[in-house]
């Protein structure tokens, strides 16, 4: 049995950074500067942004992507997403000794439950607190009005390898033909909701980098042109220490 795929699509508006407004960028001063002007990004250029690494991974902590419940069922294992009993976070504490981890979930009662992984005895935790599994703090959280219908696995994965699924899973492309500043996205999956939490959250994490690149550059171009008024500031009162020197030295009085 083989289960469905559902095409979740969006589409992203790219700004074409028009000129006909009157605000001023570090590109307006390239011509007083010493280094190489700023030129403005294609939209290939703002497709590998958005399915950039640290963006991806920004968007696999903020959906808890790492932290993957699975029902075992007669006839096939799923991934479950929306309607689960249990779900949780996952902080690493070192991303390059940390490997992703499988185990057996059962539950005990409102405030426990039982992790095991296979040959070996089942450790209890608790629902709510901070618990550390081999360099891996995780919190699970139960979900009481959901019941558990079977039994369950809990996964706790490598963020880096939900990052390159992603990147490997999502489709951008921009209308080449009509010359559209429009890319769109898409994402295949088993689960639509989850699909379309994965597309909204990467273009909310798409626009909050470029806001903070946007905040960087004014306060790069704030920070310039300082620099540029203190040194005419100064280049101006040195000409008027010459003026008065020159003045002394030859004897000479303004009238």
Request: proline share 4%; net charge neutral.
């Amino acid at each position: 049995y083989t289960p469905k795929q559902y095409a979740t699509t969006a589409s992203v508006l790219i700004s074409t950074g028009d000129k006909k407004n009157n605000s001023i960028s570090m590109e307006d001063f390239t011509n007083l500067s010493l280094g190489g002007g700023i030129g403005s990004s294609n939209l290939q250029d703002e497709i590998a942004i958005m399915k950039s690494k640290p963006i991806l991974y920004d968007l696999v902590k903020k959906l808890n992507l790492d932290v993957q419940v699975v029902g075992e069922g007669r006839v096939l294992t799923t991934s479950l997403y929306d309607e689960v009993p249990i779900f949780g976070n996952l902080e690493i504490s070192n991303l390059k000794k940390f490997r992703s981890q499988s185990y057996a979930f059962i539950p005990v009662n409102a405030n426990e439950f039982k992790l095991q992984q296979e040959g070996s005895a089942a450790q209890t935790y608790q629902y709510g607190k901070k618990n550390v599994i081999k360099d891996a703090p995780f919190t699970i959280y139960r979900q009481p009005l959901v019941a558990f219908k079977s039994p369950l696995t809990l996964k706790l994965n490598h963020p880096d390898a939900i990052v390159n699924s992603l990147e490997n899973g999502i489709n951008a492309t921009q209308d080449i033909k009509n010359k559209s500043s429009i890319i769109a996205l898409i994402l295949v999956g088993t689960i639509p909701e989850k699909n379309e939490n994965i597309l909204n959250e990467l273009i909310k994490e798409y626009n909050k980098d470029a806001i903070n690149k946007k905040n960087l550059e004014s306060q790069n171009t704030a920070a310039f042109i300082d620099s540029r008024l203190d040194l005419i500031t100064k280049e101006l009162g040195n000409i008027e220490d010459q003026k008065a020197t020159f003045k002394r030295n030859n004897q000479i009085t303004d009238l």
